[in-house]
């Protein structure tokens, strides 16, 4: 069975065609710049050079027509016809209470992920025009939609509620929701199977990328997660702040006489390891910099650090303990250096580095000392193969 995954952004569209068979790639491709000029495809076939198609892709439905021919082109192409494709497993990122698993796509759904709309402004119109783009050009093919915030909907009510009048809960829906989570189930469905399928397993996963979150996964549930209503919430990021006293949007609004989207602005895009830097959002330049002696990059590491380490602590309190700890996403997974600081002088809790076999980096492997009481993992994410999987189970 071939299945098409799509993850649709505002002006992008990423997409891969996996053999489940196998579960192997057989093409995966991003769709740059749509509605802007100067739109390109890249098309990269298994064992073939990336192909480049420019061409211009006034909206996701030109996007998604000039994907589903690279697909089955004579020379680029990895299929005979469309046919082939059994499913379409899209990306959405917000599902708000309303989803709790992946679901087939059908008029009833599709109202409800447009209802989801005020939780996800960013991301929710635009993983819509993906749906929509793909119902045109394949109105045959099963499509299901496999969400980011679903694998969060096991939260108890103490974990997602917060302490504000109840009927914001009740009349704005405001509540922690969580981000990351095909990727935490993915990497902690994977965690599972390398303690040899433990019962109660206790995991902690950490997805730490541009964007880091952490999960704190009971017997393959998820009991609490960093982010909250908004992706905003929770680790020091590359450009957001993660949690911080809310008086501070307040107090900087009356000082700087700006307006609240703009403090919000602020939180997101200028705040995380940049704003304490200065240098940048991407971790390499500023391990780069942390080396020649930049006191706040320095400081920046080490606070995104603290912060990881301030949430596994949580995080072993309520799980009641831990069996693994799991590092995944572009820092998660090739950052040897933070992962050993996150996890030095945590010996008294069973996780022992080893710092040898934590020198690896992008796949997968057991990095705790054999000797380690409890175990650490580095399990590169593989969403798209995530979403597939749903997608098959549902389709079939
Ligand atoms: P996204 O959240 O956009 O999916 P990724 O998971 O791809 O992000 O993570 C991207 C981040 O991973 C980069 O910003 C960079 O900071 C970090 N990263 C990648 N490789 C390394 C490395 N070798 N050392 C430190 N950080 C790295």
């Not at 030109?62 to 059994?86: C, F, P, R, W, Y």
């Not at 509540?175 to 990727?183: D, L, N, P």
């Not at 992962?339 to 690896?360: A, H, M, S, W, Y």
Request: aromatic letters at 6%; one cysteine or more.
């Amino acid at each position: 069975m071939k299945i098409l995954v799509i993850n649709c952004g505002s002006s992008s569209l990423k997409y891969q065609l996996i053999d489940m068979s196998n579960e192997s790639i057989l093409v995966k491709g991003l769709a740059e710049r749509i509605g802007i000029d100067g739109s390109r495809l890249k098309h990269e076939k298994k064992g073939m050079d990336a192909v480049v198609i420019e061409k211009p892709m006034p909206d996701h439905t030109t996007a998604v027509k000039l994907v589903l021919d690279a697909l089955v082109d004579k020379n680029h192409g990895v299929i005979q016809s469309m046919d082939e494709i059994a499913a379409v497993g899209h990306r959405v990122v917000h599902g708000g209470d309303k989803f709790k698993e992946p679901a087939i796509i059908n008029d009833a759904v599709m109202k409800d992920i447009r209802a989801c709309i005020p939780l996800g402004p960013l991301h929710n119109p635009a993983n819509i025009m993906g749906i929509e783009a793909c119902m045109k050009l394949m109105p045959n093919t099963p499509m299901v939609a496999v969400f980011d915030t679903a694998f969060h909907q096991t939260l108890s009510p103490e974990n997602y509620m917060y302490a504000i009048p109840y009927k914001y809960y009740e009349k704005l829906k405001i509540r922690k929701y969580g981000f990351h989570g095909i990727s935490h189930r993915f990497v902690s469905q994977r965690a599972i199977e390398m303690l040899g399928n433990k019962p109660n397993s206790k995991i902690i996963t950490c997805h730490l990328g541009n964007g880091s979150s952490l999960a704190a996964v009971k017997d393959g549930k998820c009991i609490d997660t960093s982010m909250g209503l908004t992706p905003l919430e929770g680790l020091v990021m590359g450009t957001r702040s993660g949690d911080l006293d809310p008086a501070i949007i307040g107090f900087i609004m009356n000082e700087e006489k700006i307006s609240a989207d703009q403090v919000n602005n602020i939180l997101n895009k200028e705040s995380g390891v940049l704003g304490i830097s200065g240098v940048s959002s991407d971790f390499r330049d500023i391990d780069v910099a942390a080396a020649e002696g930049n006191e706040r990059a320095q400081l920046a590491l080490s606070m995104f650090v603290n912060q990881v380490r301030k949430y596994i602590g949580s995080y072993i309190v309520q799980l009641g303990g831990i069996d693994a700890l799991v590092f995944t996403a572009g820092i998660g997974e090739n950052a040897a250096d933070i992962r050993e600081k996150v996890c030095t002088g945590l010996d008294f809790l069973g996780l022992e580095i080893d710092p040898q076999k934590n020198n690896i980096r992008g796949k997968e492997a057991v990095v705790s000392k054999d000797s380690s009481p409890k175990k650490i993992f580095v399990i590169p994410t593989n969403e798209e193969l995530m979403i597939a999987k749903d997608t098959m189970l549902l389709v079939k």
